[in-house]
């Protein structure tokens, strides 16, 4: 039951935003798509992270204990995201995925040291 109204306010905000944003007619819709994506990414994410971890919502420390973790949890994501853009900055990007054979190797060996 908490579920199906949780999932009616979250409609409900959902598209007050959209109609707010309509309303003054911007000719950018991107920044109520972003205001969407983050009002359900954070209401899920929140919903995931409080469930996993029991915590309980209805004391001011269930609150403090959810803000904490909640807040902890999303730096973690946001050094993981860090973590995976460096390591696909740092690959080779190529166009052509060559590899070289021993005898490639070794010819470019031998001309390095013969160049010198």
Do not use: C, P
């Not at 949780?6 to 959209?18: G, Q």
């Not at 995931?48 to 204990?65: C, I, R």
């Not at 904490?68 to 190529?94: E, R």
């Amino acid at each position: 039951m908490a579920i199906g109204v949780t999932f009616i306010i979250l409609a409900v905000v959902v598209v007050a935003i959209w109609l707010i944003i309509e309303a003054k007619r911007m000719k950018h819709k991107i920044f109520a798509i972003f205001l969407i994506v983050l009002v359900v990414f954070s209401y899920v994410s929140f919903s995931v992270v409080m469930k996993k971890n029991e915590v309980d919502l209805k004391t001011v420390d269930g609150w403090k204990d959810a803000s904490i973790l909640y807040f902890s949890w999303l730096g973690h994501v946001f050094s993981n995201l860090k973590s995976v853009t460096v390591y696909a900055i740092n690959q080779d990007w190529k166009s052509a995925n060559e590899t070289l054979s021993d005898a490639e190797k070794n010819k470019s060996s031998l001309f390095k040291k013969t160049k010198s």
